[in-house]
């Protein structure tokens, strides 16, 4: 008995490999770029928590100008929005931590969350508003929601735990927003 698995099921889970060993690389190149050595007060853990979630917040602020620019539906736009202001605002002040710990924010996206976003430029311009809220609005604010809740409990650092405990109702106010929206556009 041979098991079919849908493509977008499939998709989805190369994509979560593919997030899976660059994190891992990600997390080697912060080691390497900061000489072997864990950011000044920073456990190697706290690091590798706060320069994955920098490059996650990169992509959602990438994201979130890409729907902002095409979403042809005025709410989803409206949101998309919204993520840009919101996402940037977490994202400048996670970036100016990392600075004051002698770290260096990703400038460009991670591969994981290049190719992600590449998928969402792809969608066609009939579905793009439905995809956008799928992927960015539901299922990566669901995987960043588990990490952020995770990080704010476990990391070291008093001030990267409260930047982690902060960003918290916003990501689940952005989850909420995107499942009511989602619930409302057509199949």
């Keep these: ?16 490999a593919g997030v899976l060993s660059a994190g891992c690389a990600a997390d080697r190149m912060a080691t390497v770029h900061n000489g072997g050595a864990a950011a ?3 456990e190697a853990d706290d690091q590798v928590a706060a ?10 602020l990438e994201a979130a100008r890409l729907a902002a620019a095409r979403a042809t539906s005025p709410q989803v736009r409206s949101y ?12 400048a002040e996670l970036s100016a931590l990392l600075r004051a710990r002698g770290l ?4 460009q996206l991670p591969p994981q969350w290049q190719l992600r976003l ?12 439905r ?6 609005g539901l299922e990566d604010h669901r995987e960043q929601l588990v990490v952020h809740e995770h ?18 109702p916003m990501l689940r106010d952005h989850l909420r927003q995107a499942h009511a929206m989602a619930l409302g556009l057509p199949a």
């Design 1 to 16: 008995m041979s098991l079919r698995i849908p493509p977008p099921v499939a998709a989805s889970l190369l994509v979560l």
């Design 40 to 42: 000044a007060g920073w």
């Design 51 to 60: 320069m994955r979630a920098a490059g996650a917040g990169l992509y959602e």
């Design 80 to 91: 998309a929005q919204a993520l840009v202001q919101q996402h940037g605002a977490a994202h």
């Design 104 to 107: 260096v924010p990703p400038a």
């Design 118 to 129: 590449s998928q969402l430029a792809g969608s066609d311009a009939a579905g793009f508003d």
């Design 131 to 136: 995809h956008f809220l799928l992927l960015v």
């Design 151 to 168: 990080a704010a409990r476990w990391t070291r650092d008093p001030a990267l735990r409260a930047w982690f405990a902060r960003s918290l």
